[in-house]
Structures are given as C-alpha cells and as structure tokens.
C-alpha cells in the first residue's frame, strides 16, 4: 500500500484563489519532505525542501510568498498555491523521507487553474 | 551541481523483446544512488530498479536490470521480454547524502503489439 498519501489528486478552481495540497507519510515519520513541480511532458523539478520544524528551502526561481509550505509534524507537509494563475496549472508531487527510509513519493495533484 | 542526462525522448520496441534506455549524469561524489522510475499515465511515480554506487554489482529485479559504469557515469536500463504494459516514461535519478532527487528529462518507451 501507499506510504505516501497526497491529497486532493486533482484540482480545479479560479483564478486568484488558493489552494492547498498536502502529503502525508503513513507509515513513517519523515523529517524531511520535498515538492516538485511537473509540466507536461516534462521532467520532475523540485521545488523546495521541507524539514519539520524549520523553514522550507525553495530551489531558485521558486517564489517562496506564492508557494507556502508548511511541514508542522513529522508526517504531514503542505503546499499552498496562493493566488494561482493559470500559468500555476500544473501537476505537483511530494516525496517524503527519514533517515532509514529512501524517498516514497505521493501520487500527485493535477492542479487546473481556470 | 549533479546532472541527469537522458538522450532518447522516445523509444519503441515489439512486445516480446529488449531494449535498452540510456542514462548519463555528472557528480562529484562518491557515494551516491541511482534509480529509474517508471510514469505510466496516471503519472504515478514507480520505482524501477534502484543501485548504490558503491556496489560493483548490476542491479536487476525480474525482467529490469541496469548496466552501471562508475567510471564512465553511465547507467543504463535493459527490459527484457518487454510488454504491453512497460509503456509509459522512465525517468532516471540521481539522489546523494538523502538530499533530493535529480531526475533526467525521460524517455517515452511505446511497446508495440
């Protein structure tokens, strides 16, 4: 089964409003989660790094006030698209980790902005 | 800055036999893993076959195996006896030190009945 459950696995909103999507390890407490973004028939480009407790790391180019993450617990992460625009519209996948576990990766949020 | 270079955007191959889908990257590193992952259309990501750089050994697992040259950054994926269902994209990775993984650009791989 999933160790990794992300929700919602698709989302579709207006523009200018937030959405929120979060991943959580089920059968791990992972200290470290991370956020990559997908565009079509590309590859995975990572985001940003979350550790529980501290402040997410963003990869460059990555606005950190229009990407919120929040990793309050060891098994929950979020990600808050603020203001989507239709170029936001994307696929989103997180992955999580602990020091004994390697990377078990979400199924991904198809996140449509009209 | 660790890379992942995949020079095929596409491959095809009849149902039944092998083929082969390429895997460069470029690290300073010593001791590293490296994966290929599986995206079928419901863009799941599914672990392959996964290798740690400091075993000499190829990983296989069933009809998956890798062909890892240390030396050269080479690490390519052979899938034997191929099916319907192998379709989709395979991406390669490289991850270090638990940090993130870097992934290749992909290869879409069409089995043909």
């Known amino acids: 089964g999933a160790v990794v459950s992300q929700h919602p696995s698709r989302v579709i909103c207006k523009s200018g409003t937030s959405v929120k999507i979060e991943c959580r390890s089920l059968?791990?407490?992972?200290?470290?989660m991370f956020w990559y973004r997908q565009f079509p028939k590309q590859s995975l480009m990572l985001m940003a790094t979350?550790?529980?407790?501290?402040?997410?790391?963003?990869e460059q180019g990555v606005e950190k006030d229009k990407f919120l993450i929040n990793h309050a617990s060891l098994t929950l992460s979020t990600l808050t698209v603020t203001s989507a625009h239709p170029e936001d519209s994307s696929f989103y996948i997180c992955?999580?980790?602990?020091?004994?576990?390697?990377?078990?990766f979400g199924d991904g949020t198809r996140l449509s902005i009209l | 800055a660790q890379t992942v270079t995949q020079s095929q955007p596409e491959m095809s191959v009849q149902e039944a036999e092998t083929v082969t889908l390429s895997c460069t990257y470029d690290?300073?590193?010593?001791?590293?893993?490296l994966f290929w992952y599986k995206q079928p259309p419901s863009r799941q990501m599914i672990l392959v076959i996964r290798?740690?750089?400091?075993?000499?050994q190829n990983a296989t697992e069933n009809r998956f195996s890798v062909n890892f040259q240390k030396a050269a950054k080479s690490f390519s994926l052979k899938i034997s006896d191929s099916q319907l269902g192998d379709t989709a994209m395979y991406f390669c990775?490289?991850?270090?030190?638990?940090?993130?993984?870097?992934f290749g650009a992909g290869t879409r791989l069409t089995v043909k009945p």
């Open positions: 290798q740690e750089a400091y075993k000499q």
């Open positions: 990775a490289f991850t270090y030190n638990n940090n993130d993984m870097r």
């Open positions: 992955s999580a980790r602990s020091s004994n576990q390697p990377q078990h």
């Open positions: 059968d791990f407490q992972a200290t470290t």
């Open positions: 979350s550790n529980e407790g501290s402040k997410a790391t963003y």
């Open positions: 690290t300073s590193e010593n001791n590293y893993y």
